[in-house]
Every structure is written in C-alpha cells, then in structure tokens.
C-alpha cells in the first residue's frame, strides 16, 4: 500500500509517509504493551503488592498508637530524660480504661513486650488494678502504686519508641541491634540476639553448597560437553530426572538412605567401615547432602552451555603452539568457563540463601535457615513485624545477587554474540 | 572413545579417566536416592529398611484407600491445571507482547516478570499470607490458583518467548500479504509453528505448581492440601511406606513429564533439521 508513495518521488507523500509509519509502529508498541498489561497486573496483585505490603509490615507500627493514643500524643513532647509529667500518667489511665473496655490491651502488651520483656504483665496488671480514673493530679502516684515499673524511664521510653507510626525497632532487631533508654542503637541482649547467627549460619550452608555443586558439577559438565551428543543426551538424563522429581520425594528419599538403620549405614556396617551407625541425618551434614542433590542441576546445566560454547579449536590450538596440557587447560580452557562458573555458582547461591523444606525436614534445630524463623514468625508466635523484617534483609540480599547475576548472563549473551 | 585422537599424553589419559570416575559417581549420587525410595513403596513390611521382608501392593491400596491421599491427588490436579491453564493465557501474551515491544524500560519489565523465580518461596508465601488473608484468599482454591499462576507464568514466558525468538517473522507477514486476517494468521500460521513451544511451557508450569510446597503450607486449609503438602507433614510426623508409594506415584508423573518434554524437544530439531 505505501510503496506508492515511495515510488512517487515528491516531498510531501514522503513526509506523510514518515508520519505514517510512525503512527503505526506506535500503534504497534501499544498493541504489544496491551499485551503484556495483564501480565503486570496480575502480577501486581498476586506478587508486588504481597511483597511490598510485606516490606510495609517491617516499618510499620501502629498498635500502640492505635490502644495507647492519647499517651502517645502526651510523650511527643516529652524529652526523655526524666520522667514524663502528670498529663502523660493521666492520659495513660485513661487509654488504659478506654482499651480494657473495648478489649485492645493484649495487641499492646504484645507490641510493647517485644520492646521490653516483662512489658506484657505491667500493662495487664495494671489495667486489672486500675479501678477509676485518678483524681486530677493523682495519676503518676496510683500508677506507681500499682505497678513500680511506671516510676522507671525505661518504661516510658519504650512506649514513646513504640508510639509510630512508623518504627526501625524490628529491622534493628533482625540485625541484633536495638535502642538503649537515651534512643542510642546498642547491640541487643545475648539471649535475643541470634539472628546474625542465623544469617551467618544461612550464608556458611549456602556458600557449602555451592563449593560443593561446583565440585560435582564441574567434572560432569565437562564429561557431557566433551562427549558426542548421543551419548551426553543420554548421560543427561541422569542430570534432569532428579532436577523434575519432586524437592519432597529427594528429601524423603534422603531420610530413608541416611536414617540410622537407612542403606547408607547398613552398606557401611556390611562392609565392616563402622561398628556404629553414623549419624547422619538431623544434622549439618544431611542438609548439605540434600541441598546440594537437589541444587547439583542448576550448577550443571548453566556450566554444561558454557563448555558447550567452547570450541575444541582453542584446545588444539594451544597444544600446537607447545602448550602442556595441564597448561593449556589453565590458561584457555578454564578461563572461557569462568562465566559459567559464575552464573552457576551464583544460581546455585541465591536458591540456597532461601531455602526452607528441606532443611526443615533434615536439619536439626540448629541448621535452621533464615527462611525458618520468616515462617515460624508468621505462622507460630506472629510477631509479623519481625517475620517481615528478615524477610525484607533476605529479599535485598537476593535481590542484590540476581542483579549481579542479570548483569553476568546479560555480558555473557553478549561475548556469544561478538564469538558467533 | 570417540575423544581418542585428542588424547595423546598420559596426563591427559589420566585426566580423561578422573573426569569419568567422578561423574560417574556424581551420577550415582544424583540417581541413588530417586531409585532407593521405589523398592521400599511394594515392601510388605512397615519399615523402612532394606532387605525387604517380602512384596506386596498394600501401600498402593492404602494410598488408593485413604480419603486424605486422594483428597491431596485430586487438590494438585485441580489446582496444578487451573494454574497452568491461566499462565498459559497471561504467558503467551505476554510472550507475544514482549517479542514485539521495543524500549529501553524492557530489560525492567522483564526482570520484573521474572522475578517470581528468584524471590524466596517464603517471602513470597508470607506476602501473600498477610495480602490474601483479609480478602478470604487464604484457605481457598482461588488463592492458591492465582499464587501458583504467579510462580508459574515466568516459565512460560521463558520458553514461550524462546520459541518466538526462533520464528520467523516473514512468515506472518507472508501470511497478511496474501490476505490473511491477523487472527487468522495467529491460528493457521504462526499456532502451529510456536505449539511445540506452548505444550513446553504448559509442562513446566504444571511441574512448578505440582511440586510448590512452600505457598501452600501457608495457604492451604485441611480442604486445599495437595500431595507435596501431605508428604511434608507424613515426612514430619513419621515416614509411613505410604509416602514411598505416593513418592513413586509423583516420580512417574516427572518421568512422564520429562519425557513429553524431550520428545518435543527431538521433534523441534528435526523439524529445524529439515527446514535448515
């Protein structure tokens, strides 16, 4: 249809020819944008907007401001250094009368006890104690009477922190850290401070498995690259009938082989290696096992199209030129795998940081990973603010690997580009 | 060895046998436990342990038997092919849409769509613990539905969108030049080619929401439990032969699925091979 105005070789069609296809690769841009959009709205609502309203949770603070508002309001002004002024006793009688009649003060006490343990028995006795509102002026001495804690600063600091609306108290408290009476950011005491623990623990495992799949999968990778393509397509079977077996069968599976009485200890005692079973399973050991069983594909697959890429050539090449082979395999042949070392490595790394099943199900209590106290701190105890706030350091540490993991496999389709 | 010629010095002899006997047992590695577990599903006996007291099917009857087994069977299937039905809609259009689309802000959108892969399975779970829940999502099929639409569709747009990749456009517009509507062309022209591509995706979704744990233990009333749901809590409370029957049950729906899979596969390459 247009190539008769191109064939027509006057000005002004070609203008309107320009304009007019234009208009329709713009046409074609929002066609292909209309296409996508359900997409992203779907997703929108059935992934970001979950995650991000579970970002939300970790800053968000409003139950005491919610139970306890006019002592909230009383302490905005207060300075922190002694203890707040008759109005701020006085509000807070009042808030507590008002929350044990509408039945709130438990979503206090519980909010305030994370803060300060013993926080939880303060606020119920007194709300018990407390029969009327004190007589004007009266307030700071009944509440002292019923419960001394109201005398101390610590007490009022900790309801002023948790006043909201928006708090660093459960972010501070996933890094071990919290704030002392005077707002200073101090380390948290010895019996709440386990998470850098269970970070540490979370990164030693998955930087285990990953040395480990590396091990394994290099020589493999290596084997089914270099071996002709009938008979690799059948070795590969042995890398992709465990990697679409169900995470739940491998791990059952790996309970029956390691349990005390399981095929790996009764082949070992038959052999006559051991008088004991080892223990095997419910520790360390067993998790590492399992994980790296179930993450060994994700380290081959990505290594086995590296090495696929490399041409023989190279290797010939650099035999001719005198190169040893051990040589040769050092400075050509591995250098060309290094990309897919590093995307494997790092694939391998980012599923392992958030692994939960499996180490659930062969770990002992002290091989949980993060993603464990995420779920215990959802489901069980629902302390959401702090499940939220390990979930929010483990999704910016992941976050954080895949970018660098986009930018890898990104130059790497590149240099494919440029070597085809 | 094919690989003789290239093999002349000891060391590289050595080399080549070292690289064979690690695979292998890597191989026995990765192989052992799936063939471990299916001898015990037809053992007799109630325990766990080899060698087996005798044969017998009662496991399988038992699986067969009990309502909550079944139950879960029939919580997967629904659930794994009304996700696999929705992603392949919201995928291939996005596939179609992404093929097309060109801007700078693409790589953005791309890696946003992708992104239910990377998230951790618990932080995604625990979202939309807290976001389904005050909308009667949780406890529901719907909401189990749409999350597992959600981990599933990047599979599909990964291989639909690898298979547009390949397809050559000029054949679309070879079919609009000889009049083709463009629906017309989609479903007699440019369906056939990328159907290969669809049926792939369609497998990998249903594998991703038949084997998803995690969202489930989350979401999932005593009514919406699917099989990996049952097996965590059997493997939980104590290891009954019955999870080694329903374990060689899930196993043989993968072989099956894989084996689709690489069929597919062959019958692209051959067709490439033909067109080439």
């Known amino acids: 249809m247009t190539t008769a105005s191109v064939t027509g070789a006057d000005a002004k069609p070609a203008v309107s020819l320009r304009r007019r296809l234009k208009q329709a690769e713009r046409a074609r841009q929002l066609k292909a944008l209309a296409l996508v959009a359900p997409l992203l709205v779907f997703l929108l609502f059935t992934f970001a907007g979950p995650i991000a309203g579970m970002l939300w949770r970790a800053v968000d603070d409003r139950e005491v401001r919610q139970v306890l508002p006019q002592t909230v309001a009383a302490l905005a002004g207060w300075d922190g250094k002694d203890l707040p002024n008759e109005d701020a006793f006085a509000a807070l009688a009042s808030d507590i009368l008002a929350a044990r009649a509408a039945g709130t003060i438990a979503i206090a006490a519980k909010r305030l006890n994370y803060a300060l343990n013993g926080f939880r028995t303060i606020l119920t006795s007194t709300a018990r104690n407390l029969k009327a509102v004190p007589e004007r002026g009266a307030a700071k001495e009944t509440l002292g009477k019923i419960n001394a804690a109201w005398r101390e600063r610590a007490t009022w600091t900790t309801i002023k922190d948790a006043g909201g609306p928006l708090t660093g108290f459960y972010l ?18 010895p019996d709440q401070a386990i998470y850098r623990e269970v970070f540490t623990r979370t990164f030693v495992i998955s930087l285990s498995v990953t040395v480990l799949c590396l091990m394994l ?95 023989p050539a190279y290797m010939r090449a650099a035999a001719s030129l005198g190169a040893p082979p051990v040589t040769a395999f050092l400075r050509i042949y591995l250098p060309q795998t290094l990309p897919g070392i590093g995307a494997g490595s790092l694939l391998v790394f980012i599923l392992a940081l958030g692994y939960y ?58 240099t494919g580009g440029i070597k085809n | 060895m094919s690989d003789n010629a290239s093999l002349r010095t000891p060391g590289q002899r050595i080399a080549w046998t070292g690289t064979i006997v690690v695979s292998t047992l890597v191989f026995i590695f990765l192989i052992t436990p799936i063939l471990a577990i299916m001898p015990l599903s037809f053992s007799s006996g109630s325990y766990l342990t080899y060698p087996l007291p005798g044969l017998s099917l009662r496991w399988y009857d038992d699986f067969i038997t009990s309502p909550r087994w079944m139950n879960a069977l029939k919580n997967s299937m629904i659930i794994g092919v009304a996700s696999t039905a929705l992603s392949m809609v919201l995928g291939t259009l996005a596939a179609l849409g992404l093929a097309q689309w060109k801007s700078r802000f693409k790589p953005l959108v791309l890696a946003f769509v992708l992104s239910p892969v990377v998230v951790p399975g618990v932080i995604t779970a625990v979202g939309l613990y807290f976001f389904f829940a005050p909308i009667g999502l949780t406890g529901s099929y719907l909401g189990l539905i749409l999350a597992h639409t959600a981990l599933a569709t990047p599979f599909v747009v990964i291989t639909v969108g690898a298979t547009l990749q390949s397809f050559d456009t000029n054949l679309a517009r070879a079919a609009a030049s000889l009049g083709a509507s463009p629906i017309y062309a989609f479903r007699r022209v440019i369906l056939p080619l990328i159907l290969p591509g669809l049926a792939s995706g369609a497998l990998f ?72």
């Open chain 1, 172 to 189: 501070l408290s996933a890094l071990d850290l919290t704030r002392n009476v005077d707002g200073a950011i101090i380390a948290a005491p």
């Open chain 1, 357 to 414: 099943i499996t180490p659930a199900l062969v770990g002992g209590a002290a091989d949980q990973m993060i993603s464990y106290f995420i779920a215990l701190y959802t489901t069980e105890t629902a302390n959401w603010g702090l499940a939220s706030a390990l979930g929010a350091l483990l999704l910016l540490a992941t976050l954080l690997l895949a970018l660098v993991y986009g930018k890898l496999v990104q130059g790497q389709q590149v």
């Open chain 1, 217 to 311: 999968g290099f020589p493999v990778a290596y084997l089914l690259a270099t071996l002709p393509p009938a008979r690799s397509n059948l070795l590969m079977i042995f890398v992709l009938l465990p990697f679409w077996t169900s995470l739940l069968v491998r791990t059952c599976a790996w309970i029956v082989l390691l349990q005390s009485k399981g095929v790996v200890n009764d082949s070992l005692q038959w052999l006559g290696i051991i008088d004991q079973p080892l223990r095997l399973i419910y520790n360390r050991f067993g998790v590492c096992v399992a994980m790296t069983h179930v993450l060994l594909p994700f380290m081959i697959l990505p290594l086995y199209s590296s090495m696929k890429a490399i041409s």
């Open chain 2, 205 to 276: 979704a249903f594998a991703t929401s038949f084997d998803e744990v995690v969202i489930v233990l989350f979401m999932a009333g005593p009514e919406q439990r699917t099989l990996p749901r049952e097996m965590f809590s059997g493997i939980r409370e104590n290891i009954s032969p019955t999870i080694t029957a329903a374990a060689v049950i899930l196993t043989t729906v993968s072989v099956i699925l894989l084996a689709t899979l690489e069929g597919l596969r062959r019958r692209n390459e051959r067709l490439k091979g033909t067109s080439a």
